[in-house]
């Protein structure tokens, strides 16, 4: 059962209207784009293949092994309900809280609920993997209380799965969609510690305090650049491309310290996620221009507490976009890709 309490805190609007925030697929397109580092970041591994990824040749890939699994799991009925054409308008629908079909994890048969629990568990790292948990469980009850769907067929080179839910979209796509991080746009948070200064018990405040880490080792002049007073709508992350305008101090301009302060939050964010994901994801930004492309901005609207502890901020660059809100909890909207 889901408590529908848990799932509408008072003061978050774009959690309190689970619809407010879907987009329409023209609306997604211009939004957000066709789809989202430098040396030495993380590892990039050229040439690996990836399941569904080469039209229809899986590898040894276990999220969309599994995906695949619970494809071929279901009945009429659950297809009916669950299943849908590669291109359908669901698949490029983002919002904080919303269901992308109606049932719950929760009404699959218990061999499939392992399955789906075996695809998560495959899209996240070990760490990730826990803290999603505990995030799902504060926020909505548990994994069972959240939503899926599957796009396209496995084999045929355009296969999806995916997951909704209160502060959760999150993909298995094999690679079907080309030079894409994730599958495409992504969604993380959680509401635990609401409007308190320092979120207490939230699992993703980490990653705000070591932002802050880059914003006190800048200086005066560095600070007027990189601070702005209110932040743009948490679900524009449209890519612009090497012709766009970004907010914040670009990264180019810090000294190498300072880049290595940056290059640490880069890496803290992507943790929590599979490496393959993770390298196509730095891939993808490297072929951007890398971290000397990006632009970081922090805010001073909702800052809790005011203790200039900036609770929101944003990395940007032409083929990377990750604006995190920590106030009056934590979303965060992220977009890597391929500017088409």
């Given at each position: ?265 880069i890496k803290i964010i992507l943790a929590p996620y599979r490496e393959d994901d993770v390298e196509e994801a730095v891939a993808i930004m ?55």
């Open positions: 059962m889901i408590d529908p309490k848990r799932n509408v805190p008072s003061d978050c609007p774009n959690c309190r209207d689970p619809e407010g925030l879907d987009f329409s697929r023209r609306d997604f397109v211009r939004r957000v784009g066709g789809a989202a580092l430098v040396g030495g970041l993380l590892p990039v591994i050229g040439g690996k293949a990836h399941a569904f990824g080469d039209k229809g040749k899986a590898t040894e890939r276990a999220a969309e092994t599994a995906a695949k699994r619970l494809f071929e799991s279901l009945n009429d009925e659950q297809r009916k309900n669950l299943c849908f054409p590669f291109d359908h308008e669901l698949r490029t629908r983002i919002s904080a809280n919303w269901a992308i079909t109606k049932p719950h994890v929760s009404d699959l048969k218990s061999d499939q609920q392992e399955l789906v629990r075996e695809i998560f568990k495959g899209v996240t790292s070990p760490d990730g993997y826990e803290r999603f948990l505990t995030q799902m469980d504060e926020d909505s009850g548990g994994l069972e209380t959240y939503h899926i769907a599957l796009f396209g067929e496995p084999g045929s080179g355009q296969f999806e799965f995916e997951m909704t839910g209160r502060h959760v979209t999150i993909r298995a796509d094999g690679d079907s969609t080309e030079g894409t991080a994730f599958g495409g746009p992504v969604i993380y948070g959680h509401g635990t510690g609401d409007s308190e200064k320092g979120l207490p018990g939230n699992v993703f405040y980490y990653q705000t305090q070591q932002a802050n880490e880059v914003f006190k080792a800048l200086d005066g002049k560095q600070r007027e650049k990189a601070l702005a007073k209110k932040a743009p709508e948490e679900s524009s992350v449209a890519l612009q491309g090497t012709s766009g305008s970004f907010p914040g101090i670009g990264v180019g301009e810090l000294s190498p310290d300072q880049k290595g302060l940056v290059e640490k939050v490297k072929a951007g221009g890398g971290l000397d492309a990006l632009h970081m901005a922090f805010y001073e609207a909702d800052d809790i507490g005011d203790d200039q502890v900036w609770d929101i901020w944003r990395l940007e660059g032409p083929t990377f976009v990750w604006h995190f809100r920590g106030a009056p909890h934590v979303h965060a909207y992220v977009n890597i890709a391929k500017k088409s």
